[in-house]
């Protein structure tokens, strides 16, 4: 009888246990903070940000990392804290807004001004390997009002070293690499390279 008993109380804790998943981990995006003295002399109209792009095979809630060629591999465990294009979108505002004077940069969601600038951003790819992550970003200066077409065209590849091909080490050089995409789009402000 004891021995049932105790038969019986094992099997619980171990359906109990076999129960349990591990908890799903969440990551979001961190500014990037300019580098003291990086700020410019931009004195044209106000930037907004409407949106940034991300490529659909990396715009899903779940953390997706290329495995091999031609393979994507999901992370059901691990998600982003939120639609990662609005975090990419956020982040590359306050990068810019640290970057550029007070004032140069609208809020999100700010709505469109008929002296204003729109930057569209798209970023086209995200890889990591053993060492090293790098992102392809294509964006351009646009009048704010109206349907003129673009004034200026760039696209980057950003490269940085990294530790590891983890999800938070990823999540921190995304935040890097838009940073440094920040640091392009101001530098291309305050040369004037949107007007040419």
């Known amino acids: 009888m004891i021995f049932r008993s105790l038969l019986l109380g094992a099997a619980m804790l171990l359906l109990a246990a076999c129960g349990h998943s591990p908890p799903t981990q969440f990551l979001t995006l961190d500014p990037a903070p300019a580098a003291p003295g990086g700020a410019v002399a931009y004195r044209g109209p106000a930037i907004r940000v409407p949106a940034v792009r991300i490529p659909p095979d990396l715009d899903r809630d779940e953390f997706v990392q290329r495995s091999a060629p031609g393979e994507m591999k999901v992370d059901d ?8 294009g609005l975090l990419s979108r956020n982040t590359l505002i306050i990068d810019l807004a640290s970057r550029l004077p007070p004032g140069a940069v ?79 789009i101001a530098g291309d402000l305050a040369s004037g390279a949107r007007t040419r």
């Open 106 to 184: 609208a809020p999100p969601d700010a709505p469109a001004q008929a002296a204003g600038l729109r930057v569209d951003v798209s970023i086209l790819s995200l890889e990591t390997t053993n060492g090293e992550a790098s992102m392809q970003a294509a964006y351009q200066f646009t009048p704010d009002a109206g349907q003129a077409s673009a004034t200026y065209r760039q696209w980057v590849t950003l490269r940085l070293p990294i530790a590891a091909r983890t999800p938070p080490e990823t999540a921190r050089a995304f935040s890097t690499l838009l940073g440094q995409l920040a640091d392009r």
């Open 77 to 84: 465990l691990v998600r982003w804290s939120g639609p990662l």
